[in-house]
């Protein structure tokens, strides 16, 4: 099993860009969850889902969209970045356990 | 919205030493857990404890869930240069579709 894996692992983008990241777990996890972490902080919850078709937002959504279209995949929107979206993104699964991270995305926005 | 309070915000020890770090909340979570960071990685989950009073190991770690169910407790006992990295503590609350809170972290650094 492969686990969590997230594509890029780095990128930077310029004012107004679009982008999506991309999250995938091969673990048949129901849950999966989207989250930013910025410098010296916790990780804060965007947004998240239960189910393939089911999603909803988190703590700190805006600016953001998602889908789930299959179990395996999260994608995670930027429709128009800010500098404020600077940060390092991480996707997670879970099912009976606990939260199972990926390794992450770190994002610049300049 | 609401992040856990962790302290210290960082420690710098002596390898062998004995490390204590806790974490509180204003709200009563069910489930408390411990993660570390290392760098440019994902938290990796160390200890979960489900049940208010509970003490819990994990090799040289040892985790409490604070009899309030507002606070936990982590130790590592005898550090080693690997134990170095950032500790966040998580709270949940039951029927929240497992929806983690962290704590800010404590970085932890360890001097030979």
């Known amino acids: 099993n492969a686990g969590v894996t997230q594509t890029p692992k780095f990128r930077i983008l310029k004012i107004g860009q679009s982008m999506t990241l991309q999250c995938t777990q091969d673990?048949?996890?129901?849950?999966m969850y989207w989250y930013r972490q910025d410098p010296g902080m916790g990780l804060k919850l965007i947004y998240y889902s239960v189910g393939a078709g089911i999603t909803d937002k988190g703590e700190v959504p805006n600016g953001y969209n998602v889908s789930r279209s299959t179990t395996e995949d999260f994608p995670l929107r930027l429709e128009l970045a800010a500098p404020s979206q600077t940060s390092v993104y991480f996707c997670a699964s879970k099912e009976q356990g606990e939260q199972y991270f990926g390794p992450g995305t770190r994002l610049t926005v300049t | 919205g609401q992040q856990l309070n962790q302290s210290p915000q960082s420690m710098f020890i002596q390898e062998g030493e004995d490390v204590s770090m806790n974490c509180t909340s204003s709200?009563?979570?069910?489930?408390w857990l411990w993660y570390k960071q290392e760098p440019g990685e994902g938290p990796v989950l160390l200890i979960a404890?489900?049940?208010?009073?509970e003490l819990t190991s994990n090799g040289r770690l040892t985790a409490q869930f604070g009899i309030t169910r507002k606070d936990s407790f982590l130790n590592i006992s005898a550090s080693i240069p690997s134990d170095v990295g950032i500790y966040f503590c998580a709270g949940r609350m039951t029927g929240t579709a497992s929806k983690l809170t962290f704590g800010t972290g404590t970085r932890l650094q360890v001097t030979l």
């Open positions: 673990m048949n996890h129901n849950y």
């Open positions: 709200s009563i979570f069910n489930t």
């Open positions: 404890l489900y049940k208010a009073g």
